[in-house]
């Protein structure tokens, strides 16, 4: 008696635990409903460091592709077409739209001030949020940057983070993801009295 209990235990374990476990699929940018031939997947894990991730979005680019990174998570797979041109063009939004990503921790640009996890949400509806010539919300715009050399710990939990939150909103708008260098500036040059 008891043997036939574990056999049907056994069997009804399995049926629960083998039954379809269905994968959503989200994806963030301009080209999800573009040829899918024409995508390359990436994974962060991929890379060993920024400088070769944002050389191999740009080679995708410029060989008539279209890049797609790709974050698995359990029964979700984000798909993520960063916002690239061949040919850069001349483009500075306001400095609210970048993040910094330093030892594997994303910054305010320009700061020490690190982002949270749980200020996504604000970060994303006041400073993610892309107005080009108008007061109208058009999009949402993150500009990540690191130098070439960093490591690519912390860019997939933050993505992971802000889609979470950007899925929060149900919103048509495009969420925009953006990879750039880090360019040291300079300090600007002393000021001259005159004599």
């Given at each position: 008696?008891?043997?036939?209990?574990?056999?049907?235990?056994?069997?009804?374990?399995?049926?629960?635990?083998?039954r379809n476990?269905?994968?959503?699929?989200?994806?963030?940018?301009?080209?999800?409903?573009?040829?899918?031939?024409?995508?390359?997947?990436?994974?962060?894990?991929?890379?060993?460091?920024?400088?070769?991730?944002?050389?191999?979005?740009?080679?995708?680019?410029?060989?008539?592709?279209?890049?797609?990174?790709?974050?698995?998570?359990?029964?979700?797979?984000?798909?993520?077409?960063?916002?690239?041109?061949?040919?850069?063009?001349?483009?500075?939004?306001?400095?609210?739209?970048?993040?910094?990503?330093?030892?594997?921790?994303?910054?305010?640009?320009?700061?020490?001030?690190?982002?949270?996890?749980?200020?996504?949400?604000?970060?994303?509806?006041?400073?993610?949020?892309?107005?080009?010539?108008?007061?109208?919300?058009?999009?949402?715009?993150?500009?990540?940057?690191?130098?070439?050399?960093?490591?690519?710990?912390?860019?997939?939990?933050?993505?992971?983070?802000?889609?979470?939150?950007?899925?929060?909103?149900?919103?048509?708008?495009?969420?925009n993801f953006?990879?750039?260098?880090?360019?040291?500036?300079?300090?600007p040059p002393?000021?001259?009295?005159?004599?």
């Open positions: 008696m008891k043997l036939n209990f574990v056999k049907y235990l056994i069997i009804v374990l399995l049926l629960t635990c083998c476990q269905e994968t959503k699929i989200r994806g963030y940018g301009f080209p999800k409903n573009e040829n899918r031939r024409l995508n390359v997947s990436l994974e962060l894990s991929e890379f060993k460091n920024y400088g070769i991730l944002i050389d191999r979005i740009r080679e995708i680019t410029c060989n008539d592709s279209i890049p797609k990174i790709v974050v698995k998570q359990k029964n979700l797979i984000l798909n993520i077409y960063p916002t690239e041109l061949c040919e850069p063009i001349i483009f500075d939004p306001d400095g609210k739209h970048y993040v910094t990503f330093r030892k594997g921790k994303p910054f305010e640009w320009q700061t020490i001030t690190e982002i949270f996890p749980d200020s996504l949400s604000k970060k994303l509806t006041e400073d993610f949020s892309y107005y080009r010539n108008s007061e109208k919300l058009e999009s949402y715009l993150i500009i990540i940057e690191s130098e070439r050399n960093e490591k690519i710990n912390g860019i997939e939990k933050f993505i992971t983070g802000i889609t979470q939150e950007y899925d929060k909103l149900e919103t048509k708008l495009e969420l953006a990879f750039w260098e880090d360019f040291q500036r300079p300090p002393p000021a001259f009295e005159n004599e």
